[in-house]
Structures are given as structure tokens and as C-alpha cells.
């Protein structure tokens, strides 16, 4: 079956400095989705990439969707203390699979001041 | 804020306790979940149901029975749970069909059993 794997699995970062994430399926991707959650709380939508190559940004978030639709980045900059968190992706496999999407282990972002 | 609430947001039950959790969502949505995340582990997929009719059961223990009365609630009925099974319970919805569905989720329930 489908596997989504992200890493890393936990990032230590200072504050004002810029990380990524990595998002890698072992299939194709129909669109791959990025949430967040917060130390607490629930998952919350950040994003939806479609098309292969797409590139979208949201402030200081950059969201890349891979060629081949099987992997997929966020990277952040200036990392701030609201950056705080677990960052999941997640992806249906291709075709109408609507419903079965399939999340990642996360990466636990922790910023020190 | 969130479109999905949960009730009740936690739970402690013992292993021979009948409880159940409830989920309504505001958003005109047609379909539902249930998720389950455990500490360490991935968020995983419990139960899916379209218009009231469940299309997804991931191979979940007989303990745990989903019910959805109509589109706009689901309950997760709970019954001589195990301790392993303490988490958190989430609840989420979206729009029918298609491959580009956003989950938007509640904000959980918080499972222990003792």
C-alpha cells in the first residue's frame, strides 16, 4: 500500500534561521496537502498542491510539489516562535481516492529564541 | 476556531465503561471521519462515511462503532476498551467526491482508559 514518509521527524531550530521538511510517497500523488498542528491542538489545512512542479508560497512558507508528484517540501525562513509545531503532509494515491488520504509521521518543529 | 466540534473534548473511562464521543460539523459537508492519533505514531484513518453511508472501516476492533445519524453528526460509540486504545480521538469532515478534499478537523476528544 501507499506509504507517505516525512523527514525529518524532529527539528531543532534557532530562531531566525530557515529549515525544510521533506514529504516523500511511494506512489503518485494526485495532490499532496500540508497541515499543521499546533503543541495542543488539532490538524489545521495549510495548503493543497495540484500540479507537478507547483510552487506556492504563504508569507514565510514555501510549498514545493515534486516532477514526478511523489514528494514534496515546506520550507520555511526567518523561523519564528508561531512556527512552533508538527508539520504533517498528506496525499490520496492517484485516481479518485478521495477520503483515503494518507498522512505522515509529521515533523515536530521546536524554535529556540 | 473550527467548523467541526467535538464532544467531550476528555475522557477517562475504565475497561468495562459505555461511553461515547460526538462530532457535529457546521460546514455543509457530506462526508466524515473519525482518526485516531497515538503518541509517536501517524494520524490513522479510522472510519470514512459518505452521506451517511460508511465507505471506510480500517480495520477497527469491534470496540469501537461508528454511527452517523445524517451528514451533519457522527458518534464513535466506545465499549471495553483497552488501554492501548487511549489517544486522540479526531473528528473531521469534507466535501463529498473528488480528489482534492480538504479535511478540516475538530479539535479532539481526549481518550483514557485506565
Known amino acids: 500500500g501507499q506509504q507517505v514518509m516525512q523527514i525529518p521527524q524532529y527539528q531543532h531550530v534557532q530562531e531566525g534561521e530557515d529549515f525544510t521538511t521533506y514529504c516523500n510517497s511511494s506512489t503518485t500523488l494526485s495532490n499532496i496537502q500540508w497541515y499543521k498542528q499546533r503543541p495542543g491542538g488539532h490538524p489545521v489545512f495549510l495548503i493543497q498542491?495540484?500540479?507537478?512542479?507547483e510552487v506556492k508560497k504563504q508569507k514565510r512558507l514555501t510549498f514545493q510539489f515534486g516532477e514526478a508528484k511523489k514528494n514534496s517540501s515546506l520550507h520555511i525562513t526567518a523561523t519564528q516562535t508561531t512556527d512552533v509545531g508538527t508539520y504533517f503532509c498528506a496525499g490520496p494515491p492517484g485516481g479518485d481516492s478521495w477520503g483515503k488520504l494518507q498522512f505522515g509521521a509529521g515533523t515536530q518543529v521546536v524554535v529556540t529564541p | 476556531e473550527t467548523g467541526v466540534t467535538q464532544t467531550p473534548r476528555h475522557l477517562v473511562m475504565g475497561m468495562t465503561n459505555k461511553k461515547s464521543l460526538k462530532c457535529e460539523q457546521h460546514l455543509g459537508h457530506n462526508a466524515m471521519y473519525w482518526y485516531k492519533q497515538s503518541a509517536k505514531k501517524p494520524l490513522e484513518l479510522m472510519f470514512v462515511?459518505?452521506?451517511?453511508?460508511?465507505?471506510e472501516n480500517n480495520s477497527v476492533p469491534s470496540r469501537f462503532s461508528p454511527e452517523c445519524p445524517n451528514s451533519s453528526h457522527l458518534f464513535l460509540h466506545l465499549h471495553t476498551l483497552q488501554p492501548e486504545d487511549s489517544a486522540l480521538y479526531l473528528c473531521?469532515?469534507?466535501?463529498?467526491?473528488?480528489?482534492?478534499?480538504?479535511?478540516?478537523f475538530g479539535e479532539g476528544s481526549w481518550l483514557t482508559v485506565v
Open positions: 473531521a469532515s469534507s466535501q463529498s467526491q473528488g480528489t482534492g478534499n480538504t479535511i478540516y
Open positions: 462515511y459518505n452521506f451517511k453511508e460508511q465507505t
Open positions: 498542491l495540484v500540479k507537478s512542479g
